[in-house]
């Protein structure tokens, strides 16, 4: 009984090495209508010989051919399965050539023993899902809460070899003594990703930081916005990446020196034109720099982005200096508020208001509204005050599901993320806790299209994880978290330095009822916002973050003896 198996599709060359064997590489094509010609190169074996082999183009078949090239083409190999009906194949791939391709294959997967390189990646995703041990006794909750985690933990990717070799932003090949990283989502994953994995693996999220830095020192000084392999595509808007560099250093991912990088952040906010490869990563930074304002969307990422270089100067460089000018200039924010609206605007470079509706990237202003994560009491306190704030809160969250341009609350896209817990700036946590398990029950599920939207390389996933955890990163920059009430039994977080533990005592409760005051304290009954992330380190091994029926979330910490 033969088998055929083609080997190709979109390979720009390939060819047959043997009855067994091919090797060859793709050309990456497109990424969101944008042009990503890197190149992957593999190498690929059988654990049997083919009886006949061959290419093909498009439609036909060329027996015995061995050489394939150009889109809609590649080879194929038929196998007798008379007395041995399973084939295993297997691949190595590399940035860099058909080499390390090979090299990568024999370090990595020498032997053709299935169930043992199945069982060492079943005990090694353990290792990661196990650092959350989440208790509850709803089991399709706890299904949805570890896909999430996985999703969480599958980017970025590696994309240096086992000898150090990855392909450069400059398209020369370089040699890293860590692991070098690619697949970088920044205006998403900067919101929640960088922060879970700067916590349960902040080897990993200080080699995310340090690839970056490699980056831009080979794209032409700037750091990039969207990395495909070697590529920035520039996708999205903002200076995202300043952003995920300052949550990675103050959610515990420190190995490596600050002020590089603190140079680059520099770099991008404050020179016009800057550029990784040949896209400019702050457009209309001049005009941002001299008027105070630009297209509000933009403008507001600028700010967020300004806001965590002053925090990444001060606490990574000790720098307070340069810190007070970047908090000035997210401080901005305020230029965009139109009395007259009563929302954010744009303006058109004379100063004059554009119509309401321009300028919001994937999705509404009463969405962006919200975008000033670090300044909430300024912005509560200009709209005209906690009444005002949480009235407007109520009427956008009528509805969860909102497009890009629906007037109200979007589970399914990033600038959304954080508003739930803008009620804890108003006194009214237990609407960020009822808000939060509308958004678990009524948006997400455990089947196939379960999720309000894209996952984006984790960000959904991450989003998901604090949401039940109770523990939200809200401030960017800032290693902390504003609070929920909890959707598990129990959960504990095990840390490089200790375990958090968060318990509800409200056990049996179901999720959709879990929206109770929550209150902070620590042990001495002092009354907090939020809970910092040092503050828990400090602490760690004897951290109880409980809830119960009419007490709502309660922070108790107990000091270390070490500490």
């Not at 079943?122 to 399709?140: C, F, K, S």
């Not at 020179?271 to 509000?296: F, H, I, T």
Request: charged share 20%; net charge negative; glycine share 10%.
């Amino acid at each position: 009984m033969p088998i055929d198996i083609e080997v190709g599709r979109s390979f720009d060359t390939l060819v047959i090495t043997g009855p067994n064997s091919c090797e060859g590489y793709a050309e990456g094509g497109n990424f969101c209508g944008v042009r990503t010609p890197y190149k992957v190169y593999f190498v690929a074996e059988f654990d049997a010989r083919a009886v006949t082999t061959g290419i093909w183009k498009e439609d036909r078949l060329t027996p015995g051919g061995r050489f394939a090239e150009g889109s809609e083409s590649g080879v194929y190999f038929t196998f007798d399965l008379t007395e041995n009906r399973n084939v295993q194949y297997k691949i190595g791939v590399s940035y860099v050539s058909v080499e390390n391709a090979r090299a990568n294959l024999a370090a990595e997967n020498a032997g053709w023993d299935f169930a043992a390189v199945q069982h060492a990646a079943e005990r090694r995703w353990n290792d990661y899902l196990g650092l959350i041990e989440a208790e509850g006794t709803n089991p399709d909750r706890t299904t949805q809460f570890y896909t999430h985690l996985y999703r969480v933990l599958i980017h970025p990717n590696v994309c240096s070899d086992v000898n150090g070799e990855y392909m450069g932003a400059d398209f020369r090949v370089h040699r890293s003594r860590s692991k070098q990283y690619t697949s970088f989502s920044n205006w998403d994953t900067y919101r929640t990703q960088i922060q879970l994995l700067s916590m349960l693996a902040p080897d990993v999220a200080s080699d995310v930081v340090l690839s970056h830095q490699h980056f831009a020192e080979q794209s032409g000084g700037a750091f990039p916005r969207w990395v495909m392999a070697n590529i920035e595509t520039g996708i999205m808007q903002g200076d995202p990446t300043p952003i995920l560099i300052a949550n990675a250093w103050a959610f515990g991912a420190q190995d490596y020196d600050p002020f590089p990088l603190f140079q680059i952040m520099r770099r991008n906010a404050e020179v016009p034109g800057a550029k990784s490869q040949d896209v400019e990563e702050r457009p209309g930074l001049k005009q941002y720099l001299e008027k105070g304002y630009y297209n509000a969307s933009e403008q507001l990422e600028y700010t967020s982005s300004d806001f965590s270089i002053g925090q990444f100067a001060l606490h990574a460089c000790g720098d307070e200096f340069a810190s007070w000018r970047y908090f000035h200039y997210a401080r901005s924010w305020k230029n965009l508020y139109n009395p007259q609206t009563g929302w954010l605007q744009s303006r058109n470079a004379d100063g004059s208001w554009k119509p309401l509706g321009e300028d919001w990237r994937e999705s509404t202003y009463k969405n962006y509204f919200w975008m000033v994560p670090y300044d909430l009491a300024g912005l509560i306190e200009t709209m005209g005050g906690k009444a005002a704030a949480e009235k407007r809160l109520d009427e956008f969250f009528v509805r969860l599901d909102a497009g890009y341009n629906d007037p109200w609350f979007a589970s399914g896209n990033e600038p959304s993320f954080h508003i739930p817990w803008v009620y804890n700036w108003l006194g009214r946590p237990d609407k960020t806790s009822k808000v939060i398990n509308r958004i678990l029950n009524e948006q997400y599920t455990s089947a196939p299209d379960g999720l309000p939207g894209n996952d984006d390389l984790g960000t959904m996933g991450a989003w998901y994880v604090f949401a039940c955890t109770g523990l939200y990163p809200m401030i960017p920059g800032v290693g902390g978290f504003t609070l929920s009430t909890p959707v598990f039994d129990k959960v504990v977080i095990h840390l490089k330095h200790g375990d958090i533990t968060i318990t509800d005592r409200g056990v049996g409760i179901p999720d959709i009822a879990k929206a109770m005051e929550p209150m902070f304290t620590t042990g001495d009954a002092e009354e907090r916002a939020g809970l910092g992330f040092a503050v828990m380190q400090n602490f760690m091994d004897k951290v109880k973050v409980s809830s119960a029926p009419g007490r709502g979330t309660r922070v108790t910490l107990t000091k270390r003896l070490d500490a």
